[in-house]
């Protein structure tokens, strides 16, 4: 079975590639981008801050991702929107999840 590439897929691979990035932060980029537009069987590029928000509480609700999983989808997300379709606008409404302090062994927080 051969997938097709599309022009967006290679695109962003290609302004990943530019920007140095390793080939597993490519592939795992290009991932949460491929999940992201299948579970609205649609084009990134048709989808908006409003599928954006739905797609981050379903990770959330839902998925129950990891706040590690839910970070790196977000950091796709703003890298598609800010670098590869040029919306910077976008990108500030697209939050990372808040790392969970740990405590140490000594009882204070790390």
């Known amino acids: 079975m051969t997938t097709k590439i599309t022009p967006l897929r290679r695109r962003m691979t290609e302004d990943l590639?530019?920007?140095?990035?390793?080939?597993?932060?490519?592939?795992?980029?290009?991932?949460?981008?491929?999940?992201?537009?299948?579970?609205?069987?649609?084009?990134?590029?048709?989808?908006?801050?409003?599928?954006?928000?739905?797609?981050?509480l379903y990770l959330l609700h839902e998925r129950k991702s990891s706040y590690v999983s839910f970070n790196q989808v977000s950091a796709a997300?703003?890298?598609?929107?800010?670098?590869?379709?040029?919306?910077?606008?976008?990108?500030?409404?697209?939050?990372y999840s808040k790392v969970p302090k740990k405590l140490c062994p000594c009882g204070e927080v790390e």
């Open 17 to 56: 590639q530019i920007r140095n990035y390793s080939r597993e932060t490519i592939r795992a980029y290009l991932g949460c981008i491929a999940r992201f537009a299948k579970h609205f069987n649609t084009c990134p590029s048709e989808l908006g801050q409003q599928e954006i928000r739905q797609y981050q």
């Open 77 to 95: 997300l703003k890298f598609l929107y800010g670098t590869t379709l040029d919306r910077d606008f976008m990108i500030e409404q697209i939050p």
